[in-house]
């Protein structure tokens, strides 16, 4: 008996694997809106990333930051401010509030593959990887990843196939160790690298 449930098993899996396989070849408008997505966001990010740096570069003249780069490169991480990578802090003083404090507001962006763009200031968010799977879906399936194991797994607790999946794809991608406070310098392999380069 047990034999014939684990037959039909794989019956099933081999049936679902080449359905799948059928409708993910199918043209669809679903499948043109997202790739005219991907399209539109590679140019939204080069127009909004070129902006911040130009904010920036007015806010802080380049000799300035050479100077700043000397110091960072004799004292080390503690004046780390000057990194070459794809993040921008951004910081303004507002008027006081009803009990005479001074007002900030601040939002950090990391234009990275797996940075953020919301003006919070997190690493290694699911959203990141969410973000990361999707633009480099072909790639990833290419190399035998499951770029959809996140969708698929929606609304279910974590577990180790999901674990398993979403590390290989994150592998694959060359994401790094996320427990520094940037991003991008420790995804300096692979499709990672590539997105990352400022």
Do not use: W
């Amino acid at each position: 008996m047990s034999a014939k449930i684990r037959m039909n098993t794989e019956y099933r899996n081999k049936f679902y694997n080449r359905i799948k396989d059928v409708f993910e070849k199918e043209e669809t408008q679903e499948q043109q809106a997202f790739l005219q997505a991907r399209e539109n966001f590679d140019v939204a990010q080069k127009t909004t990333f070129d902006l911040a740096k130009q904010v920036v570069e007015r806010s802080y003249p380049k000799e300035d930051v050479d100077t700043l780069r000397v110091f960072k490169k004799k004292y080390g991480e503690p004046c780390d401010v000057v990194a070459k990578d794809k993040c921008f802090y951004f910081a303004h003083q507002e008027d006081v509030d009803d009990e005479g404090e001074s007002k900030e507001t601040k939002s950090h962006f990391d234009f990275g593959l797996f940075g953020n763009l919301n003006g919070q200031e997190h690493y290694g968010s699911d959203d990141s990887d969410h973000f990361a799977h999707a633009y480099f879906r072909e790639e990833l399936k290419a190399k035998g990843c499951n770029p959809d194991i996140i969708a698929q797994q929606s609304g279910k607790d974590s577990n180790p196939h999901k674990t398993k999946h979403v590390d290989m794809c994150n592998k694959a991608l060359g994401k790094g160790n996320t427990s520094h406070y940037s991003d991008s310098e420790h995804n300096s392999i692979g499709l990672a690298k590539d997105f990352n380069a400022p």
